[in-house]
């Protein structure tokens, strides 16, 4: 039966296969491998369940893990001594039947395999039925296979038990390698101090503080240290209770699932670190200046006016500045990837037009805007009116004045009517040549703001189809990857162990570590 916290497990699963879906190649190689080994290993870990808690002991050589498998397990099952470093193999003891598809998932061998029977601990210790104990391999063992091992079994446990010795608490091989790497995991991991029967009685609290100092160095908040003596059989019954609490709740393998969602998604939001602030019509605003420049568009507009002033003149576009354009798309990849990681950025690089491809394409929108120098409909017309009317004002002048010295004999007024009217119609064929200039210069403004105003608005289409959709496209999803990643573990944690006998329930443990629950996690107080 599905739970709500197995269901919202499912619910971020999907958010974060989905972002990852989004991403593909633009993240990182070890990023898109660790989101998904976790989504792949909880789908796996939800179909197969979540009643069986899966806990695994985990240390060094020399820490005695196996042998407090055997005093838990009452068994003399895992392999101690030296016979230990001759096997990379994972030994589990389970408390319940069924639990077969389980470790067949982990990886356990058949004849590496136990089941509890329930009279060896019912009548001492509480129910750890639906418990699964793995003794795991040394993570620093000379063989490389062993720490594999460790490493491929790690992140499919529930509760991680990592026990170490008086010795090597300290190992930097366990801390860098491992126990940093567990941060945000806290609620599902507890660190037991085996041997402590050899420590001096004194020295023992000391040790503890020490290790607990060490833990809290690494980043690991409030993580319960247990010393134990699996020779004696000292501490053994906390962790016994610890294993009761734990079975008690059959969340805690979702709460470890949800630790591995988080981690994930947490790695995935460094590779997507902001939102990216971006316009893309301020940035085409931006970029369109330098596209003009190097068109020389501007200079093209003028000679269409200047022709169509003029009257002749056959203006063309030169071929676009190919430096020009390659510099103009490198600071926008500049601008537009400022916030982005290198595998966006690439990403971005590879998405937007190539340089030749704008130069391309800007000559060929230049192509299409019309450069046209003719003159206004009108112009010859009033040309030709021009001149008939200076024509006829000089004749009409040359009666006059033949009139007026008496070379024709024409009465009063007749003379000065002549003069008159050439004067006239003078005056009208000059205003005719004036007008024909002015309607050619008026023309040649608008087809000069024409030129200008379509080639603008046919390299802002470049830009935009060239560099600013591909660029939106780029940053939505760049956006959606980073919605849905902090959907993936936007979820309060469950508070780690720190040596409570009484664990958070099912129900506390399904608001606080994996659900969306309103009103924030509940918690269960320290006793």
Known sequence: MTTSHDATLRARTEDLAEALRIAGPRLDDATRRRVEAAVEGVRQRLALGVDHTVVALAGGTGSG????????????????????????????????????????????????????????????????????????????????????????????????????????????????????????????????????????????????????????????EGVWVQGVSARTGEGVDRVYDLLEEVCARRSVAAGRAAAELDAAARALLEQTPADVPWHTEAAVERELGALVEATGLDAVARQVGAAVRNGYGMPEFPPPDRDAIALSRSRWLTRAGASLRPGWQRALAESVASADQLRTAVAGALRSISLDTRGPASARALQRAGWLAVGVAAVLAVLGVLAVTGVLDLADPWPVVLLVSAVVVGVGGVALFVARVAMRRSLARRRERAVASAGRAALEQVLTDGLGTPTQRLLVDHRRVRELAASARDLPHGRPLTGSRRLPTADEVGASSTGRAAGGARESAPA
Not at 108 to 133: A, F, K, M, N
Not at 176 to 184: N, P
């Open 65 to 220: 893990k196996s042998s407090l498998f055997n005093r838990l397990t009452r068994l003399s099952f895992a392999d101690v001594g030296v016979k230990r470093p001759t096997t990379a193999r994972v030994t589990a003891c389970s408390w319940s039947a069924g639990a077969d598809a389980l470790l067949d998932w982990i990886g356990v061998d058949r004849e590496r395999r136990i089941v509890q029977s329930g009279e060896l601990d019912g009548s001492v210790h509480g129910d750890l039925s639906g418990l699964v104990l793995l003794d795991l391999p040394d993570h620093d063992s000379v063989e490389p296979a062993h720490r594999e091992v460790v490493d491929r079994v790690l992140p499919m446990v529930d509760l991680l038990v990592w026990v170490v010795d008086p010795q090597k608490y300290a190992d930097d091989a366990l801390h860098s390698g491992y126990l940093r790497e567990q941060v945000g995991s806290e609620s599902s991991m507890v660190v037991v101090l085996n041997q402590v029967d050899t420590v001096p009685a004194g020295q023992r609290e000391n040790l503890e503080e020490d290790l607990a100092r060490l833990l809290r160095d690494d980043g690991l």
